[in-house]
């Protein structure tokens, strides 16, 4: 009995170090996010990254290029950075799907990211290898977009491993 109450209590414990949110109390929230018409042409973006201590390892610019062409939207990202190091370059093949789904992929993405959009929100998930020192180390990501206008967003991405958040993205978006 004492073994399951130390393992229930590590999984609880776990399981409540990485941040979720319910989209569905953004369903009804205007204005609504529409993904394909805030990305049309072109996006400019500013952001930095903290680790779990709060301190920021990365501050960069990113521009980004949209293009629709039928169900699907392709994201060309160009990131500069003025603290730390990272990809220079991200292309993103987005597919919408029925019902406020999307999925996509980029190269340096594992597998196909999902995304579901809830009113102003939308949730943008997916794994991919980080650099760290010497090694990569395989994280999830968890996005969340919430539109401010016709113009402008705010990006919050959680990265996590084996269920605790080690980083935090903040980028602010502003249609060009």
Do not use: H
Request: hydrophobic content about 40%; charged content about 25%; some cysteine.
């Amino acid at each position: 009995m004492k073994g399951f109450v130390y393992l229930f209590v590590l999984v609880v414990g776990i399981s409540g170090c990485a941040t979720t949110l319910d989209g569905e109390r953004y369903r009804s929230v205007e204005p609504g996010f529409d993904l394909f018409q805030f990305f049309d042409g072109t996006v400019k973006a500013w952001g930095l990254v903290q680790n779990r201590k709060g301190e920021v390892i990365q501050k960069f610019e990113v521009d980004i290029q949209g293009k629709i062409s039928g169900n699907r939207i392709t994201l060309d990202e160009r990131f500069r950075y003025s603290i730390g190091t990272g990809p220079a370059k991200r292309v993103w093949q987005i597919e919408r799907l029925d019902n406020g789904q999307y999925q996509g992929a980029a190269d340096d993405i594992i597998g196909e990211a999902s995304g579901t959009s809830y009113g102003n929100a939308l949730r943008w998930s997916y794994r991919m290898d980080i650099p760290v020192d010497d090694a990569l180390y395989e994280v999830g990501f968890e996005d969340w977009f919430w539109v401010i206008d016709e113009r402008r967003l705010f990006n919050r991405s959680y990265i996590q491993k084996f269920g605790f958040d080690m980083a935090e993205v903040t980028i602010f978006m502003e249609r060009q």
